[in-house]
């Protein structure tokens, strides 16, 4: 059993900054693709970013130059550094990870609960 658990959201005035972090824990062996994405009301969910084992990294046009993830292997944590926030932002972020627990065993994606980001004035 794999565990991810978000954590950092919260309420925020436009042009604010946020940090999203996720921790995966449970039955590790090794982590392959992690990535941040986000669901707003009524709509579906979308990639925000992701990043590989090494440390490439992709974004929706929508946050380039404005967020940056970043990932630490050790404590296999993934986070998300939110900058220029703006309203359109607003939605529950979820992180997931691509794990397996030995390298006999298949990539399994996992999933967080969400964090509420909520970009208002």
């Known amino acids: 059993q794999v565990q991810l658990a978000e954590s950092g959201g919260g309420l925020v005035q436009p042009g604010g900054s946020l940090r999203l972090s996720c921790a995966a824990s449970g039955s590790i062996g090794s982590i392959n693709v992690m990535g941040w994405y986000r669901q707003a009301p009524g709509k579906q969910r979308e990639l925000v970013a992701t990043?590989?084992?090494?440390?490439?990294?992709n974004y929706a046009d929508s946050v380039k130059g404005r967020f940056t993830i970043s990932r630490d292997s050790a404590k296999n944590t993934v986070y998300l550094q939110m900058n220029s926030l703006k309203p359109e932002d607003t939605a529950v972020y979820y992180c997931?990870?691509?794990?397996?627990?030995?390298?006999?065993?298949?990539?399994?994606?996992?999933w967080g609960q969400g964090t509420q980001v909520t970009v208002s004035s």
């Open positions: 997931n990870a691509a794990i397996r627990d030995s390298r006999f065993s298949p990539w399994r994606v996992s």
């Open positions: 990043i590989a084992t090494g440390d490439s990294t």
